[in-house]
């Protein structure tokens, strides 16, 4: 049975801790964390969730990119679980853009990240899968990814004055036409 779990809100110690390996993916408890992290991921307009902010403290996430009201330019793909991924940069080329957190509603910042990474991780038959992501893809994982390591997005901003409240960021959004 699904449901819907509560989003651990920035404070909550969970949201600091490095996330344990998974080492069997088949377990109960697995697989209930797995099917309410894709249940509540569904329930809101983000385009990814770690396994910490539903308070489950393991090394899984789901990249699920689609456009919607919170990233309107957002590529679409297929919802996607990784199981204890890693990933290594392609390029030092970083860019700075605007990310946003379901454990930290009503705040928008811009954050430096990779612009290209390799990322392997395990899927649900346990084979191990290799990806190039980019760019808007490539900003998902790397923010997920912070995640499992004790890391929020706010973590990686350069200069306060890159953060900024939700209700400025449409406005921004409203007279440039772009995300």
């Known amino acids: 049975m699904s449901q819907v ?13 490095q996330a344990k390996e998974v080492q069997n993916i088949q377990s109960p408890e697995m697989q209930s964390i797995v099917i309410d992290m894709f249940t509540t991921l569904a329930d809101t307009n983000g385009v990814g969730i770690a396994a910490p902010q539903i308070s489950a403290s393991w090394r899984l996430m789901i990249i699920a990119s689609r456009p919607s009201e919170r990233y309107p330019y957002a590529p679409e793909m ?3 679980l990784m199981i204890n991924p890693e990933f290594s940069a392609l390029s030092e080329t970083k860019e700075k853009d605007w990310e946003g957190c379901l454990s930290i509603p009503g705040i ?6 990779y612009t290209r990474i390799k ?24 923010h997920e ?6 890391l929020v997005y706010l973590d ?19 007279s440039s036409g772009k995300d």
């Open 5 to 17: 779990r509560e989003i651990a809100q920035l404070g909550a110690q969970v949201l600091r801790l």
């Open 78 to 80: 297929e919802p996607v």
């Open 108 to 113: 928008r910042a811009k954050v430096p990240r």
């Open 119 to 142: 990322v392997n991780y395990t899927n649900t038959a346990g084979e191990t899968i290799s990806q190039v992501f980019e760019d808007f893809i490539a900003r998902v994982f790397q």
């Open 145 to 150: 990814y912070d995640h499992l390591n004790g």
């Open 156 to 174: 990686r901003v350069e200069n306060n004055r890159d953060i900024i409240a939700e209700v400025e960021f449409a406005k921004l959004m409203a």
